[in-house]
Nanobody, 124 residues
Framework: QVQLVESGGGLVQAGGSLRLSCSVS????????MAWFRQAPGKERDFVAG????????YYGDSVKGRFTISRDNAKNLVFLQMNSLQPEDTAVYYC?????????????????WGQGTQVNVSS
């Protein structure tokens, strides 16, 4: 009965901002490392951002460093991705994921729980 539901995607102009949310049910996210991945048509699913259990340590893909911020609210079982200075190359489906493992936070294969994705379109 684990469910991750992303929201907040949409169409935005280049230079604009969006805030994605991931609402989790069926598990307590304080026991999981959380991450965002994205996938554009014809591209691999790439790591965007990850956050350790407490939220103290955060990690970002090279292409989004300085522009995106991941955060978590363990009390509410929520994860967020604040996206600023959006560019057309950020256009993708964005997925929320959770792992109970201890592998490298960027390693896609360890994530056992995934949301359905939310579409982000950035126009030029």
């Amino acid at each position: 009965q684990v469910q991750l539901v992303e929201s907040g995607g949409g169409l935005v102009q280049a230079g604009g901002s969006l805030r994605l949310s991931c609402s989790v049910s069926g598990l307590t996210i304080s026991n999981y490392r959380m991450a965002w991945f994205r996938q554009a048509p014809g591209k691999e699913r790439d790591f965007v951002a990850g956050v350790e259990w407490s939220g103290r340590y955060k990690y970002y893909g090279d292409s989004v460093k300085g522009r995106f911020t991941i955060s978590r609210d363990n009390a509410k079982n929520l994860v967020f991705l604040q996206m600023n200075s959006l560019q057309p190359e950020d256009t993708a489906v964005y997925y929320c994921a959770a792992t109970s493992g201890y592998g490298h936070i960027m390693s896609l294969s360890q994530y056992g729980h995934w949301g359905q994705g939310t579409q982000v379109n950035v126009s030029s």
